[in-house]
Nanobody
């Protein structure tokens, strides 16, 4: 089992920045991809950004150029730096880890972008 705990969600004004963190624990050996997903009210959970063990990243078109995902394997952490935030970025953000083809999820952290 892999446990994931997110932190960093907050209320921020449009144009602002926010950094999310996710700490992995438990059976962390063998974790492959890690990433961030988000779910807005009434919508499905969508991929925001993912990063492989080797550092290859993938971003949703809506966040390219504004968000940056990074990973510290030694600390079992994954981060999401979010800049130029927009109201449409408002959602619950979930950390994800894939290990032996099984998806693990954190409990989510709320990000609200509003003036």
């Amino acid at each position: 089992q892999v446990q994931l705990v997110e932190s960093g969600g907050a209320l921020v004004q449009p144009g602002g920045s926010l950094s999310l963190s996710c700490a992995a624990s438990g059976s962390i050996i063998g974790i492959d991809d890690m990433g961030w997903y988000r779910q807005a009210p009434g919508k499905e959970r969508d991929m925001v950004a993912t990063i492989t063990r080797g550092g290859t990243t993938i971003y949703a078109d809506s966040v390219k150029g504004r968000f940056t995902i990074s990973r510290d394997s030694a600390k079992n952490m994954v981060y999401l730096q979010m800049n130029s935030l927009k109201p449409e970025d408002t959602a619950v953000y979930y950390c994800n880890a894939v290990r032996l083809l099984i998806n693990y999820w954190g409990q989510g952290t709320q990000v609200t972008v509003s003036s």
